[in-house]
């Protein structure tokens, strides 16, 4: 009766071993979950593959016609990624940047952005407090990662030509990216 009570004894032994085991296994894959799931959350290297990348946008432009063809043209610029990243614009319109406080928040904004993209019908040339505004961002950009676009419909006109041309100057200063897009009557009236 003493080995049947001793194989009785060890086999609960051994249950009670087996149950512990699977009751660590449990509580570590819980802990390994939990752990995933704050580093995820956290700031841990894993939360950098969560996160996307960021790019900011800021359209300056001459009027209301001019805002919303810049506005179709960042849509149509933002489409296929708009998933894997995320996006900040902000619109101004001349008037607006010609006062000095607004001006000045613009261009902080400006200073720091991806993209600016400057928006005109290219009847006249660009007013001087415009000139001024972009004279000043060109000078707050401190890398030359920041690409400067812009957008025209007048394609004949040589105010087009001439503000092209002095785009294209200022971003040559800071080896800012350049792209004019002269006949941009996408998306008028």
Known sequence: MSESLSGTGREAERKAQTKQSLLQTDVQRSRSARQRDSLVAGGSIFSEFAKKPKFSI????????????????YNAMIHD???????RSDRWSFRAISI??????????????????????GKAKCPTKVRDWI??????TTDSRSVLVA????????????????????????NTSFFAHPNFRKYAD
């Open 81 to 87: 990624v708009a998933d894997a990243c995320d996006f």
């Open 58 to 73: 800021v359209i300056v432009h001459e009027d209301g016609l001019t805002g919303r063809r810049a506005q179709h043209f």
């Open 135 to 140: 004279d000043q961002w060109s000078m707050l």
């Open 151 to 174: 957008l025209f419909d007048q394609p004949e006109r040589r105010a087009v030509a001439s503000a092209i041309q002095y785009l294209r100057n200022v971003a040559g200063r800071k």
């Open 100 to 121: 000095p406080e607004i001006g000045d928040l613009a261009l902080q904004l400006a200073g720091q952005a991806d993209f600016v993209i400057v928006s005109m019908r």
